[in-house]
């Protein structure tokens, strides 16, 4: 999908943003892509809102914007799986998902019928 403008969102970006602020808002201050996904998958009430692919191509475009910061996560020793990127919504991130969710249309509807 093309950008209106440079600094215009995707309504994926949007919709990824959103759901990382609805994960902040439900406790989890730093997420992971799997996680994210699974609250896509909640806002839109589908069993697959966003492919995994393009999920973490909005989280890299996000995270190049300043939007999102990631980092990897330690390695536990119960985990024997991969290490995992974790991500948290910047400072920027937080106002501009905090404006997209007070605004009305399609994406934010869905984030208010997580509440």
Excluded: I
């Amino acid at each position: 999908m093309r950008r209106r403008s440079p600094d215009a969102l995707v309504p994926n970006e949007e919709r990824t943003l959103l759901a990382a602020l609805a994960l902040q808002r439900l406790g989890f201050d730093h997420f992971h892509g799997y996680k994210l996904a699974s609250q896509l998958r909640s806002m839109h009430h589908t069993t697959r809102a966003m492919s995994y692919s393009t999920l973490y191509r909005c989280l890299d475009r996000l995270e190049s914007r300043g939007l999102v910061t990631s980092s990897w996560a330690e390695e536990s020793t119960a985990s024997s799986g991969p290490r995992r990127r974790v991500f948290q919504l910047s400072e920027d991130g937080q106002n501009l998902a905090d404006s997209l969710a007070g605004r009305s249309g399609p994406n934010s509807e869905l984030f208010w019928n997580l509440a």
